[in-house]
């Protein structure tokens, strides 16, 4: 049986990772900040819900305690918690620029990245299999944001995209420190989530059911997988 916790699993791409995962016959956490959705989601799914916040310590250490203490390892990291911040200016949606509101996605995508990583990595060192996914962007990819015909390279983003660039970054040095362990960061599309704080229904993205596909795809690879690589439907992306 393989294991596998994802973060911000309660709504949109992470439950339906874990909607994913679970019908290949994954045990799976779904972490979740609120109790009663993670619950909730995880009743729905058929998985198992634990509290984690990836900007608390205390938070990550425990809910990592608590899957040691199930018995059953841990074999697969998803990290998908992922916030953007914005506000209405002059009619129309922007960023916040504002520095509490920089670190507060730089805390979440980032900093909460290296929190829940390091916090499983004994787990994971433990797995015959050990599979870490980091969800980032073509926002932070470098190549993509100065392609034309690449849609990230006419969405400047001051504080979400370098955010994502530094996902990137993390996922390549995590691979060269930890080599028993397969990492790879994967552009999920254009998704119709909350990310912005919106209706999904008015969002012009795809469904998170068909990003999740691409994200579980590499949360399933097997042994003989390749590491320190950046994903999306059609292939390898450039950093």
């Not at 001051?158 to 390549?172: F, Q």
């Amino acid at each position: 049986m393989t294991t596998t916790l994802i973060t911000g699993a309660n709504k949109g791409l992470g439950k339906e990772t874990a909607r994913v995962l679970v019908e290949a016959g994954h045990t799976v956490y779904v972490g979740s900040r609120d109790e009663a959705r993670g619950r909730a989601a995880a009743d729905e799914l058929g998985a198992r819900f634990v509290q984690l916040d990836v900007t608390d310590d205390a938070s990550v250490a425990a809910a990592i305690a608590r899957i040691e203490a199930d018995g059953d390892g841990l074999d697969v990291l998803v990290n998908n918690a992922g916030i953007a911040s914005y506000e209405f200016r002059d009619g129309q949606v922007g960023e916040k620029h504002d520095g509490p509101s920089v670190l507060s996605v730089f805390d979440t995508n980032v900093v909460g990245i290296v929190r829940v990583t390091q916090a499983a990595l004994p787990l994971l060192r433990r797995s015959a299999n050990p599979v870490v996914v980091n969800v980032s962007s073509a926002l932070g990819s470098f190549w993509a944001v100065h392609e034309d015909s690449r849609p990230a390279s006419h969405f400047p983003t001051i504080v979400y995209g370098p955010s994502k660039a530094a996902v990137s970054m993390l996922t390549v040095q995590y691979a060269k420190l930890v080599p028993e362990v397969k990492f790879n960061a994967v552009e999920p599309g254009i998704t119709a989530t909350e990310l912005g704080g919106g209706d999904p229904g008015a969002h012009p993205g795809r469904p998170a059911s068909e990003s999740a596909q691409i994200v579980a795809k590499w949360a399933l690879i097997g042994a003989d997988g390749p590491t320190g690589t950046f994903q999306e439907d059609a292939g390898e992306l450039g950093w």
